[in-house]
């Protein structure tokens, strides 16, 4: 069933000993009479490849003279029965339906005509033509155009067209110049070409496209999908951007697709029946693994909780199984993994901060402002959060000293007494060095009953060498502790001996060493070792808490190369608890910094209720460091800007002062 010299990745397969005869008698009794044998129907056909259902359908008429599909329509009913009917027809047949179903009546449902012209290759786009031609008798690309218009519509025919080149030899010029094309049509444009997007990402072969977006990143500073964002709009981006994915990885587009089906309120049940049927004998195992390493949780398990009945059971079986229990790890994931290392160690960006030195910055000017905020009756809070929030953390400093120069009071203590709840909490934090700040935080994780290991984890994971000794010298300033004491004495085992590693502040800031890269990834792949002197843990720590991070890309890189895994995924598989949690923090943090912290935020807000404490955390932390470029990863992971997200998820004066360190939407 798998092309030739390829792995079959799908989940569902031929079935043994198939006799269509008897499946149609089968599926013949399972309907006769008073109501249906609803399990079996289900465990007949999602255990049959296509291609034996349509030999089925075929006995089933010869047998009885009825049209199977009519009967199990008149049989079944909703959810369930779509998703059965699906299965019977044909793929291109049925990718013909849902684009039928799509344009027809009011209103399109774009999002199914981007999903299937954006991911199908050219001989499903050619028979998915032929299909719609000989189901409807009409044309698809009049039916299309007739329904859609401007550059959609232009990009939409390109797609239908299906004659993207198929070649993997590669020119290098081209490749370049295809990335200097792009930047010019978009980024270095006044308006946007984007006819020259429409004829590069709608005919280039993937191969090629791939090293054009790593070009692209290297000129650029930033992703296509970035650009994308800024210089397109409407449902012309969408399909761009999802062209771009299915390039980079369709089996991520797919998982990414389905978990946004069933994430939330309600369940998109058009899209989770789409994808299952149509994926499950292509690369079902495929989606199944990136799902597992994106979403940290089984495809298998998120169906399980958001569908019920039979309904559930038919998707189950075309899941194929759950990776939470077995924990494999396929061959696309990894070259996904690999890809993404790979771009991670090629990568020039320029780390920005949203909140940067005020200009004609006057400290004394700035004191007085504060001081008329806070005296008398009321606070204007308003004036004290457009100062605060648009200094530096430097000139913060200064200000603190003209106050107290001034006024002869401590504008810290005046802040508090004015200030209340998450507002305070911010502003007072903005006020302290990020030394200072950063100490804090981690006091208040380890004092006290119970130890906040996240909040441990984030900082000690994610600051350099400098920020690591700067933190230890405000500690022991205000605490008159040392802070690897208090670590040590707050949490045991492994977990300690890993942060009291990184309290050291020791690691390496060399470049790669490929020789070394080798060695160091052979010595995380060994799992054969019983020495508990030199166990999993410790190998682990003395690598990922020493190394330096371009030397850390290439062992990761290697790792793969190794075990056919992700190292992110083999510890998630290996270990557990804080040990795992920590780990995972500095391999993601190396990976890409920018989007580990906005991850966090994602999570803070999502859901009921907002974490204030590591939301705040972060956007003062990270304001004059890269937050600029956390809002370019948070709208690239979630497809909404983290100002829109602060803006419905907080109020008032703290959703105020977060949104003006958020520094603007995107």
């Known amino acids: 069933m798998a092309p030739k010299g390829k792995v079959y990745r799908g989940s569902v397969k031929d079935f043994p000993g198939f006799d269509a005869s008897q499946d149609a008698e089968a599926l013949y009794n399972a309907m006769k009479g008073f109501g249906s044998d609803k399990e079996a129907i289900l465990d007949l056909i999602t255990s049959r490849s296509n291609k034996q259902r349509v030999e089925i359908c075929q006995a089933y008429k010869s047998l009885y003279g009825k049209d199977l599909i009519a009967d199990l329509k008149y049989e079944l009913t909703g959810k369930f029965e779509r998703l059965i009917v699906s299965l019977m027809r044909p793929p291109a047949y049925s990718d013909a339906k849902e684009i039928k179903d799509a344009i027809a009546g009011i209103g399109t449902d774009e999002k199914c005509l981007i999903e299937i012209l954006a991911s199908r290759t050219n001989q499903e786009i050619h028979d998915l033509v032929a299909a719609y031609k000989d189901a409807y008798e009409r044309d698809l690309e009049a039916d299309v ?12 025919v390109v797609l239908l067209q299906g004659t993207r080149e198929e070649d993997d030899v590669v020119s290098e010029d081209l490749v370049e110049q295809d990335a200097k094309d792009l930047l010019e049509a978009g980024e270095l444009k006044w308006g946007t070409d984007e006819a020259q997007f429409i ?37 012309f981006e969408k399909l761009m951007l999802a062209v771009v994915k299915c390039v980079r990885s369709t089996a991520e587009y ?34 199944r693994e990136v799902f597992r390493t994106k979403y940290e949780k089984s495809l298998y398990n998120m169906i399980k909780e958001d569908t019920s009945g039979e309904y559930k059971k038919a998707l189950l079986k075309l899941c194929g199984g759950d990776d939470d229990a077995a924990g494999e790890f396929f061959p696309e994931a990894a070259q996904v993994a690999y890809r993404m290392w790979e ?37 204007d809070e308003g004036a004290i959060i457009e100062v605060l929030t ?23 203590a005046d802040l508090k007494s004015e200030l209340s709840g998450s507002l305070a909490k911010l502003i007072l934090g903005l006020m302290l060095t990020p030394a200072q700040y950063d100490a804090k935080q981690l006091r208040k994780a380890v004092e006290g009953a119970g130890t906040d290991e996240s909040v441990l984890i984030e900082i000690m994971a994610t600051r350099n060498n400098q920020e690591i000794a700067a933190i230890n010298e405000a500690y022991q300033e205000a605490y008159h502790k040392r802070l690897e004491d208090d670590l040590s004495s707050d949490t045991s085992g492994h977990f300690k001996r890993i942060l009291v590693s990184l309290a050291l502040g020791n690691r390496d800031e060399g470049p790669e060493n490929l020789t070394q890269a080798h060695e160091d990834a052979k010595k995380l792949a060994d799992v054969s070792s019983n020495d508990s002197s030199d166990s999993l843990e ?8 020493t190394r330096s991070y371009p030397h850390l890309r290439r062992v990761f890189q290697e790792f793969i190369k190794m075990t056919n895994h992700d190292v992110e995924h083999a510890i998630r598989k290996r270990m557990s608890g804080d040990v795992r949690d920590a780990f995972v923090a500095i391999v993601r943090s190396v990976k890409n910094k920018p989007a580990f912290f906005a991850d966090k935020l994602y999570k803070s807000m999502k859901g009921a209720g907002t974490d204030e404490r590591t939301l705040t955390r972060i956007m003062v932390s990270r304001s004059e460091i890269d937050l600029f470029n956390i809002r370019g990863e948070f709208i690239d992971l979630f497809d909404k800007s983290l100002h829109r997200m602060i803006e419905k998820d907080t109020s008032g004066d703290y959703c105020k002062a977060l949104l003006a360190l958020c520094g603007g939407e995107d």
């Open 145 to 156: 155009v007739g329904d859609t218009s401007g550059h959609f519509k232009k990009m939409l």
């Open 199 to 235: 004829y590069i990402l709608g005919r280039r072969s993937k191969q090629h496209l791939r090293l054009v977006f790593d070009e692209y990143l290297k000129i650029s500073g930033k992703p296509i999908e970035r650009s994308i964002r800024a210089e397109l709009s409407g449902d």
């Open 254 to 287: 797919f998982a990414e697709r389905l978990y946004k089906a069933m994430k939330g309120l309600g369940t998109r049940d058009n899209t989770l029946i789409r994808i299952m049927v149509s994926r499950s004998e292509i690369d079902m195992l495929d989606i």
């Open 343 to 379: 771009l991670s160690a090629v990568a020039k960006v320029e780390l920005q901060g949203t909140v940067r030195p005020a200009g004609s910055f006057n400290d004394d000017g700035d004191a007085q402002v504060l001081r008329k905020a806070m005296k008398g009756l009321g606070t």
């Open 390 to 412: 648009q200094r530096s953390n430097a000139q913060r400093q200064q200000i603190l000293k003209a106050y107290k120069a001034h006024y002869g009071r401590d504008l810290m």
């Open 538 to 545: 410790t190998r682990f720590l003395s690598i990922l808490c």
